[in-house]
């Protein structure tokens, strides 16, 4: 039986992908915005999640999330 509430997968193929590639997009801009608005964590010698330490925690958060969505819009995706 059919629910008219489910998609085909083959729909569903090329909106995930354009989350992923949004979502991608947006995590880089993120972790880029953290490298420029925190200087004193050196990203040679920090891991990204120190950034929490520092005054932009929401950002990482933020960061975080758009990683998360882009990863689950992949695994859609494929």
Do not use: D, Q
Request: glycine fraction near 6%.
């Amino acid at each position: 039986m059919h629910n008219g509430n489910i998609r085909a997968p083959s729909t569903m193929v090329a909106p995930a992908a354009w989350l992923a590639i949004i979502m991608t997009t947006a995590t880089v801009l993120l972790l880029a915005s953290l490298h420029v608005l925190s200087p004193e964590f050196a990203p040679s010698w920090h891991m990204v999640s120190e950034y929490a330490f520092g005054h932009h925690g929401l950002l990482l958060a933020l960061m975080f999330l758009s990683w998360g969505i882009s990863s689950w819009a992949l695994a859609v995706a494929i």
